[in-house]
């Protein structure tokens, strides 16, 4: 920075206050700086700066994107979000697997991020007590955690006066909408392949699946329900066990994108075609989704702003520590196309 700012004919916190953004500075002094910059070749010292800030710029970033292609997208928005802000990423996948979650936080953390974002495992206990107990800023995203938020900023949650903030999409409304709309068509057998037990995101649409069928005057059948664990081999599975009852479901909710894929799987082994087989119906849309045969009706969640809002959340925290917790909730959309068995439907909200 000194010799920048030598030949720049400028003092070094002139250049310091252009790199960071600290201070106004004027537009033929910022030129000149920056000119200087490209002839030295000069860039940051990261871990110089880290030293002295006791900040890294950098966010822990810990989604099953490898395993889970929704999370490819909220990845992007994350990985949007903090370039916006100056900020880098590291990245780990926990294979939705909570010792394996557990391994990969701590590693983040022993990286020196300044914060963390992490879709949740079905079993988050201990992860949560090490975030808490290391005081390391984290937005949880997808997933709830129950007893976390704070309330008139006073922390509820398992780790006293640590506040976690979170974002996901509306879960419930949307599944009841899928059900009311496949009752409408006539079925009265409507199945749901659910995910993994005990994420929130399972829980909230089983409960938008039983609203749905109550609203339509049908009955609850829990023989309808099978947990395809959010994945497709899972779904594949449960498809499977669905249509082998004496009585199988005319219609399918499938409640996440990969499940999708298995339930289609399952149904093509046994020679049927949906939807003049069985109506099928999605949670998480595609973005190829509107080539498959038929094209799939589906609730499409606002993958990118769930990770651009995650690290908003997380910025906020890094600059106000003891502020009260937030859980925000993004509304997502219904696709109307036709494998609900609906002709020459277009793509509609």
Sequence with gaps: ??????????????????????????????????????????????????????????????VSAISNPYFTEILQGVEAGALEHGYSLLIADPHDDPEHERKVVRLLHERRVDGMIVAPSS???ELIGYLGRHGVPTVFLDRLVDGVDGVDGVDQGPVP???????????????????????????????????LPGLSTTSERITGYRHG?????????????????SEATGAERATDALLSLPAPPTAL????????????????????TVPADLALCCFDDFSWADLFSPRLTAISQPSKEIGAQAVRLLLERLDSPGR???????????????????PGKGTDS
């Design 324 to 342: 009260a917790a937030r859980t925000v909730r993004l509304p997502s959309a219904f696709v109307h196309r036709t494998s609900c068995g609906c």
């Design 253 to 272: 909710v499938t409640a996440n994108n990969a499940m999708t894929i298995g339930a289609l799987r399952a149904v093509r082994a046994r020679g049927l």
């Design 123 to 125: 079993q988050p206990r």
């Design 213 to 229: 069928l109550a609203y339509a005057g049908l009955a609850y059948d829990e023989r309808l329900v099978v947990p395809g664990n």
């Design 1 to 62: 920075m000194a010799d920048v700012a030598r030949h720049a004919g400028v003092s070094v916190a002139t250049v310091s206050h252009v790199l960071n953004d600290t201070r106004p500075v004027l537009p033929h002094t910022r030129q000149a700086v920056l000119d200087a910059i490209d002839t030295l070749g000069y860039t940051t010292n990261s871990l110089a700066r880290s030293l002295v800030t006791a900040r890294t710029r950098s966010i822990g970033l810990a």
């Design 161 to 195: 006066g640590f506040a976690f903030d979170q974002v996901c999409a509306e879960n419930a409304e949307p599944v009841t909408h899928l059900v009311t709309h496949l009752a409408e068509l006539g079925h009265r057998r409507i199945g749901l392949v659910a995910g």
